[in-house]
């Protein structure tokens, strides 16, 4: 528990980091450049600083960022700004002009040609592709206080083929490595990698230790999408891209962000026991997936934040239904979720950019702390159920061989051997059978049906030789190698035999098998007609046999089974066990 929890503050912190980074930022010198005018052709006059472009069209600005849209030309096209001001102080240190953008431009600032990203060309064969992260010195001679002019000549040929819009973001600031602002912006995501991917290996760890706990396989998927997540955003940090890998870049953190999102609804849904809504939650976010794809499908950035809406709304509205069902760990569940929701309210670039590595790493800490407390309380329900399934086991054995057992198979053996040696000797062999089968398999998880069976002959037989009347066991079963848990269908019998009295010279114990539509396994045991000894069920509706029988089944099929009895019409006891095909098939 404290190491989870430790593990929960540390992740956090980031929400300490980010606003000390942010506020690192702002004390550089920087200015954003908006608005370019825009015309298809290629005039080196366009590149002058006295050339009027006031009639060209304009750039649309793409809302809640920096960024530019700007058509692309068919050839070669230039961009150029309205003259701007800049502060004194910028002519007083290095200054660089950075630029992101998906295409091959050269660039002139006040006239002068300054430097160039790709080759851009009329034709794709000639268009050499450039970088997506770019930056260029400003001599300080050619900086002013007003009249600032920066035109771009550019193309995007190769850009084009990918069928999404073309945009530029412009700013200017200190001359440095273009790592270190990378770096910057990307700290975040750099403290979240290293959390969340320590954390996915530890539940996966945990999920292939006890392959039940489908819980822990989630959550270690959903960390590892966010891992991959991270990654692909700090990529660009660390090595310059060009504008297919940049594309490439978006998409995969697309992709990623559907994984983590759809595995987050997954665990919800196991963690709430929520599993019969399933079906509907992954139909509805996924027909809500499809549309954000029909309408985004150009726009990676804005594609990444819907598809995050979607689940993380879905997973808000199941934690808000575990909270109504008073489910253990649903109330903190519902709060983080919502403080995640506010985040979106700061818009798509700034969410991805920043907010969602703090949001991210408060829901990871949470959900950490939320399994690791849940894979506490299911080892020690388990430690718990196993210690009563051994108690229950010891006692099911103490009873068959307690003393009046013993002396009364040994009185009735004695009597056989007066009257009849042969069946004696057939009685000695039973008692034999029994006890070497319950000695070989009494402390095994599973085993053979057609042991089982054979088990449970060998006791009916014993019982026929001490009641003087014939016990059999008819069977309709069609896969005699399954496993199953030892001495569930001898202790049913023991039970029928213990709380009831035969009569007839011949009882038959009826065992039949069937497969359910749905796949499911049904074993029924049918006992025959008899008279009740006493009133052996507790307040609970049973006895200590079959409260060994359902421990037994819940620790081979844990909540993957129905056990189901009483007396049908003609007053015989049956009892049905049904098992589900998903845990006979697992």
């Avoid at 069928?163 to 912006?185: C, E, K, M, S, T």
């Avoid at 392959?211 to 660390?238: H, N």
């Avoid at 499809?290 to 598809?307: N, Q």
């Avoid at 004695?414 to 398999?441: G, H, K």
Wanted: aromatic share 12%; net charge neutral.
């Amino acid at each position: 528990m404290r190491k989870s929890l430790t593990l929960g503050v540390a992740l956090t912190l980031i929400f300490l980091a980010q606003p000390g980074l942010q506020a690192e930022e702002e004390r550089l010198p920087t200015a954003t450049i908006n608005g370019f005018s825009m015309m298809q052709g290629d005039d080196p006059s366009w590149g002058k600083v006295d050339f009027d472009s006031s009639h060209w069209p304009t750039s649309d600005p793409v809302m809640g960022t920096t960024f530019n849209r700007v058509f692309i030309p068919d050839t070669i096209g230039w961009l150029r700004t309205e003259p701007f001001s800049l502060p004194a102080s910028f002519a007083n240190s290095p200054m660089a002009l950075y630029l992101t953008s998906g295409a091959s431009f050269e660039v002139w600032w006040n006239g002068v040609f300054i430097g160039a990203n790709g080759q851009p060309a009329d034709t794709l064969a000639d268009e050499i592709e450039g970088l997506v992260d770019t930056r260029f010195y400003i001599p300080p001679s050619l900086i002013q206080e007003t009249d600032n002019v920066l035109a771009l000549r550019y193309s995007a040929l190769g850009y084009s083929r990918w069928h999404v819009p073309l945009a530029f973001a412009v700013y200017i600031g200190p001359f440095r490595d273009q790592r270190y602002n990378r770096l910057a912006r990307h700290v975040p995501a750099l403290l979240l990698l290293g959390a969340v991917g320590a954390a996915s290996l530890f539940f996966g760890a945990l999920y292939f230790r006890r392959r039940v706990d489908k819980g822990s396989l989630w959550l270690a998927l959903m960390f590892l999408m966010v891992t991959f997540q991270s990654a692909a955003e700090i990529f660009q940090a660390l090595f310059p891209l060009s504008h297919v890998g940049a594309v490439a870049r978006i998409l995969l953190i697309a992709i990623f962000a559907y994984g983590s999102g759809l595995f987050l609804n997954l665990f919800t849904l196991t963690y709430l026991r929520l599993q019969n809504l399933q079906r509907w939650t992954l139909l509805i976010s996924h027909a809500l997936v499809l549309t954000a794809l029909l309408l985004s499908y150009s726009h990676f950035d804005r594609l990444t934040f819907a598809l995050i809406i979607i689940f993380v709304f879905s997973a808000l509205i199941l934690t808000a239904l575990g909270v109504r069902q008073k489910q253990t760990g649903a109330l903190p569940l519902l709060l983080v979720l919502i403080v995640f929701c506010c985040s979106f309210l700061v818009g798509y670039s700034a969410f991805l950019d920043s907010y969602y590595y703090a949001a991210m790493a408060l829901l990871a800490g949470t959900l950490f702390v939320l399994q690791a407390n849940a894979n506490s309380r299911t080892e020690r329900r388990s430690a718990e159920e196993k210690l009563k399934s051994n108690r229950l086991q010891l006692e099911l054995l103490k009873r068959q061989i307690q003393p009046h057992f013993i002396m009364n198979t040994l009185t009735a053996l004695s009597e056989w051997i007066l009257t009849s040696p042969e069946s004696s000797v057939d009685m000695i062999n039973a008692l034999a059978d029994e006890f070497r089968i319950l000695n070989q398999y009494s402390d095994r998880k599973l085993v053979p049906l057609e042991r089982e069976i054979e088990l449970c002959r060998a006791h009916l037989k014993i019982m026929s030789y001490r009641q003087n009347r014939s016990l059999t066991l008819n069977t309709s079963v069609r896969d005699t190698g399954l496993n199953v848990p030892p001495a569930i269908i001898h202790t049913l019998i023991e039970n029928a035999l213990t709380h009831n009295r035969y009569t007839n010279d011949k009882s038959i114990f009826d065992l039949t098998q069937r497969t359910t539509e749905s796949g499911d396994l049904e074993f029924t045991l049918t006992t025959p007609v008899g008279t009740k000894r006493r009133d052996w069920r507790d307040d609970k509706g049973g006895g200590m046999g079959l409260s060994y029988v359902r421990i037994r089944l819940q620790e081979a099929w844990p909540d993957s089974f129905t056990l189901t009895d009483g007396e049908d019409e003609q007053g015989r006891w049956r009892t049905n066990i049904l098992i589900s095909a998903k845990a006979i098939n697992g």
